[in-house]
């Protein structure tokens, strides 16, 4: 692939994957679980690694990491604005596996562009299977989210399956 291509495609995953750490670290601080709370704490830190790993490498082509502004508003029909001001769990979990599928769809796209290109392609695998267990734990979460609204009333689990009465 031409070296220019390359580094749009780059420059694509760069601008998603600062918006993740965004929205990741904005909604960890207004979870009121603690568990998904430090869930999408630490899922910003995986975000904020996979900004470095991609900007290094738009730099070893000699390129310069550029955000092309609001890469979310395309794929989910909000702003990244809007998105950081939802407060309903649900719908920002389903938000959030949207852009986690569309990251892991792209990244094995360019995966199978660069296959000669060993380095890179270990970089994009290793980023492809983190954005794959944010969405599987994510849609574990969803499912669990659900499980609760058919538990009988009166009894509730926190977040490390201690079962409670409801006060
Ligand atoms: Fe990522
Ligand atoms: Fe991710």
């Not at 998105?83 to 389903?94: A, G, I, T």
């Not at 380095?119 to 695998?125: G, K, Y």
């Not at 734990?137 to 659900?146: A, I, N, P, V, Y």
Request: hydrophobic fraction near 40%.
């Amino acid at each position: 692939m031409e070296p220019d291509k390359l580094i749009q495609w780059l420059n694509w995953f760069y601008s998603l994957e600062q918006s993740q750490v965004e929205l990741y670290a904005t909604q960890a601080k207004s979870a009121e679980d603690p568990y998904l709370a430090q869930a999408l704490e630490r899922f910003a830190d995986i975000e904020q690694d996979h900004v470095d790993n991609i900007a290094a490498f738009i730099k070893n082509l000699g390129g310069k990491p550029t955000s092309l502004g609001d890469v979310v508003a395309p794929i989910v029909g909000k702003t990244l604005g809007t998105l950081l001001n939802l407060s309903n769990v649900n719908l920002m979990l389903k938000i959030n596996i949207v852009l986690e599928n569309k990251a892991m769809s792209d990244y094995k796209d360019l995966i199978k562009k660069v296959e000669t290109n060993s380095e890179l392609s270990s970089v994009l695998w290793a980023n492809l299977l983190d954005e794959d267990l944010h969405s599987c734990w994510m849609e574990r979460r969803l499912e669990k989210m659900e499980g609760e609204l058919n538990r009988p009333v009166g009894e509730e689990e926190d977040s490390i399956g201690r079962k409670r009465k409801k006060v």
